[in-house]
């Protein structure tokens, strides 16, 4: 079905994957993005993709070698720790930690993006075209121009145009949780001790109704990011949270205020946070909620089920929704295959995401909405690992334990240093 004509609405990384996954295909589809170039806006921070989800989707789109010149295998590093510093889990870059949990290369979700955007034909992407709505198969765009096609793809993420039109009783959910977003640029001169506390890696940082994050960016830039619990998902307008959430100087004030009780350290971190900040509210589309199947549309990554960050996989889920469903397409000898391929997609989707749904909101809830912790969610999240891991074979399980002791031992000697 090579003339099968394809919109993808949004241009991050699920329906800049889908795109190329098409193009190699032997499908060009065309990429409707409402901004006007792919340096807009910030594009968040580092991601790490996972084997089966992530990593195959990018091996798949024949792009793994440009992803290995970007990704950072030392960015493995993760280090849990409370508000005091003290240390829980200090997991390693090593081959041993890589074995037991499998590896999970960082890479900047900005420079994911570029190398897919890159990837696609000239003139694949439409930039500037926000959808504004969708009659039939008609989409119109706030530029005034219209145009149809024999399928629409919503990746247009949490306030998915194309979700609302294909299913307009599903809509996100606030969770109760703000976000303040911060840059340490050139880290490892600017703010050494923060740099030495990162490692190339990440850490993060809890005590209840708050989290602190860092992570190393490939620019050496860190990327820090502060949690707390807002009933109100505009919390951060002016007569709301009572300063100028824009404003550097008044957000960190802001932020070393909420975190008064945390070890000096966080707040050596944020006072070197330079640039520009940001603001943002968790949403989450409802656990296993389902569409019905309407014919011409789907939807993938965001747009079909969005869940917090809390989990690690909104990205990897996006990257495998946008391969499982290129090879549904490129399967397809006619509208009508399409259509029941397109149907079987969208059953094995949710399907498949419903446990990382769940996943994503216990963590969530555990990380923000729990007493005692970190120690109480690593309690209760090892007591899962162990359940789950049931069907494994001795040598994995054997691995994996070992793989524990070592990060518990780490993080021992971290304490006592």
Known sequence: MESLRIAIIGAGPAGCALARLLHL?????????GEASSSVRSQGGSLDLHTTSGLAAV????LWDKFLSHARYDGQYLAITD????????????????IAFGERPEIDRVKLREILLDSLPKGAVKWGHRLQKVEGSALSFADGSTASFDLVVGADGAF??????????????YTR???????IPDAEKTAPETYKMVNRGSLFASADGQRFTLQQMGDGSISMAVSFVREDPDWMKPDKCGYDAEDLGEAKRAMAKELEHWDPRFHKALDAAQGRTDTRSLWRLPVGQKWQHRPGFTLIGDAAHLMTPHAGEGVNQALEDAMVLARAILRAQSARELDEQIRGFE?????????VQ????????????????PKSFIEKSMQQRKEAMG?????????IDAAMAKAHAEASAMNRA
Not at 177 to 183: D, N
């Open 25 to 33: 295909g032997g499908i060009r589809a065309t990429v409707f993005e």
């Open 59 to 62: 091996k798949e789109a024949g």
């Open 83 to 98: 508000n005091n510093l003290h240390y829980y889990i200090v997991r390693g870059a090593d081959a041993e930690s890589n």
């Open 160 to 173: 998915s145009k194309v979700r609302l039109a294909v299913a307009p009783e599903l809509r996100p959910e």
């Open 177 to 183: 949780v703000g976000m303040h977003g911060f840059s």
């Open 347 to 355: 059953s094995d989707m949710m399907a498949r995401v419903e446990n």
């Open 358 to 373: 769940k996943l994503a909101w216990d963590r969530c809830q555990g990380l923000m909405f729990s007493t005692g912790v």
């Open 391 to 399: 069907g494994l074979d001795a040598e994995r399980l054997k691995a």
